[in-house]
């Protein structure tokens, strides 16, 4: 596959998988592939991601808060996670219900964190003070995040309707 915009992707899988519910036609539509770890690759990604979930019928403000929770999902595993190696890949989960919601997972091949230990940046003690910013957002702009694997898996959970906004869970 030729390289794009420094971002070379790997389809690992396409699954779509069908919902088994009432007399619904909507898919659940699966997609994974990988990002290089690069600052380059990822604009690239997140257009990829708003286009892979165009079909939950996202309104315009919900999917500008998915780009800035995606883009800094996927720079703080580039960034943090892999420490720009570029022997190591980012990689990308999407799955989309269609008319519903998305789950965006963004994994690193780092050794994760602790979120609960990352200081608040809205304290004044901490307003000059550098981490914990992109978490911050992520929290705020999606439905729900969720820190798996110790921290190098991240899921961010985008519904249609806005629900539950600023949950986290570590």
């Known amino acids: 596959m030729a390289p794009a915009a420094a971002a070379v992707f790997q389809i690992e899988s396409t699954k779509v998988a069908q919902r088994v519910a009432g007399q619904s036609t909507n898919a659940e539509r699966r997609l994974e592939f990988e990002m290089r ?3 380059a690759a990822v604009p690239a990604t997140v257009e990829r991601i708003l286009h892979a979930v165009q079909a939950v019928g996202l309104p315009s403000d919900r999917i500008h808060d998915l780009a800035v929770a995606v883009s800094e999902a996927l720079s ?3 960034i943090h996670g892999n420490g720009l ?3 190591k890949n980012v990689s990308v989960a999407l799955t989309v219900l269609p008319g519903e919601r998305a789950e965006i997972e963004v ?3 780092g ?4 979120v609960a ?4 940046p809205t304290d004044p003690e901490q307003i000059l003070a550098t981490g914990g ?3 911050f957002l992520m929290r705020r702009l999606v439905d729900r ?3 798996l694997e110790g921290g190098s898996r991240v899921r961010l959970i985008v519904g249609k309707v806005r629900s539950g906004r600023g949950k986290a869970k570590a």
């Open 117 to 120: 230990r990352l200081a608040d």
């Open 107 to 109: 994994k690193d091949q």
């Open 111 to 114: 050794h994760g964190f602790d």
């Open 133 to 135: 910013r992109g978490v």
């Open 85 to 87: 190696d570029p022997r």
């Open 37 to 39: 770890s690069e600052r």
């Open 145 to 147: 995040v969720d820190y």
């Open 76 to 78: 703080n595993a580039a």
